[in-house]
């Protein structure tokens, strides 16, 4: 983490050197494909059923076609009622993902898989403890419903066991946690060339992701998570769906003046 917040910068400097942004630099096309945007902050697992729904249901109002929510409680039968009352409420025809976070044991997936599967979910990621690549296998032939993956990946070679064992169908590094994004577009490369799309993990830096997901071949979708827009020059913006265009030079990592002022202030 520590080297790709070096490397981030640094490609961040060389877009700006040459008046570009950081998409237009690593695409070199005039326009690149749209970016679908999907939102998790409608469904964390500390809120209730009622507010996770309401939330859901006011994200299809703003435009998304994608919600993420999060399971695993301690009864999973819980998370079950959960998936059903937004599966209910934003019918079958909106993306609905579900995010375990390494919560659930290989026999609580296994015994739960087949009523997950039931509801039509684009993918379940990190059902089970992060590295656990038998688990992982052994899961994935058995649910029914694509397994999502990466953010507590640190290297490419996690990430190359992982596809090589077909343990994951939605690949998601994150650029922060590999080594900046050299290595991030390294891993990117790999899922490509084994057909698999990649989603990026966005974290704190949304700004860096939607840049290079525009740019790569193999990323068309995007978590959508606005916490930390407020602090910078050019905020990562969804109109009707889909993410805009980065115009500014760079890879949106501009802090503004007074989020510098902030934050100096809480370091003080």
């Known amino acids: 983490m520590a080297l790709a917040a070096v490397d981030i910068a640094l490609w961040d400097l060389l877009a700006k050197s040459?008046?570009?942004?950081?998409?237009?630099?690593?695409?070199?096309?005039?326009?690149?494909?749209?970016?679908?945007?999907?939102?998790?902050?409608?469904?964390?697992?500390?809120?209730?059923?009622?507010?996770?729904?309401?939330?859901?249901?006011?994200?299809?109002?703003?435009?998304?076609?994608?919600?993420?929510?999060?399971?695993?409680?301690?009864?999973?039968?819980?998370?079950?009622?959960?998936?059903?009352?937004?599966?209910?409420?934003?019918?079958?025809?909106?993306?609905?993902?579900?995010?375990?976070?390494g919560r659930w044991d290989l026999a609580t997936a296994k015994k739960f898989a087949p009523k997950v599967d039931d509801y039509d979910l684009f993918w379940f990621e990190e059902p089970l403890y992060f590295d656990d690549l038998n688990s992982h296998i052994d899961l994935a032939k058995y649910m029914r419903t694509p397994i999502a993956l990466g953010e507590q990946l640190y290297s490419k070679h996690h990430f190359d066991a992982f596809m090589r064992a077909d343990a994951v169908k939605y690949v998601q590094p994150d650029a922060l946690r590999l080594a900046g994004i050299s290595e991030w577009l390294t891993v990117a490369d790999e899922a490509h060339k084994a057909g698999l799309p990649v989603v990026p993990h966005v974290g704190d830096m949304m700004q860096v992701h939607r840049h290079l997901s525009f740019a790569h071949p193999s990323s068309a979708l995007l978590e959508y998570i606005p916490w930390t827009q407020h602090c910078f020059e050019e905020p990562a913006i969804v109109r009707d769906g889909r993410f805009l265009l980065p115009e500014a030079p760079g890879a949106g990592t501009t802090l503004k003046a007074e989020a510098l002022a902030d934050f100096g202030k809480a370091l003080a």
């Not at 237009?24 to 500390?46: S, V």
């Not at 809120?47 to 859901?56: F, I, M, R, T």
């Open 18 to 101: 040459q008046g570009v942004p950081l998409w237009k630099m690593l695409f070199d096309q005039a326009e690149p494909p749209g970016l679908e945007a999907y939102n998790t902050n409608a469904g964390w697992l500390n809120n209730p059923v009622e507010k996770v729904v309401a939330g859901c249901l006011r994200s299809l109002d703003e435009g998304f076609k994608g919600v993420k929510i999060k399971v695993g409680s301690k009864n999973p039968e819980d998370d079950l009622e959960r998936i059903e009352a937004v599966r209910k409420a934003i019918g079958p025809h909106c993306r609905l993902m579900i995010d375990g976070n």
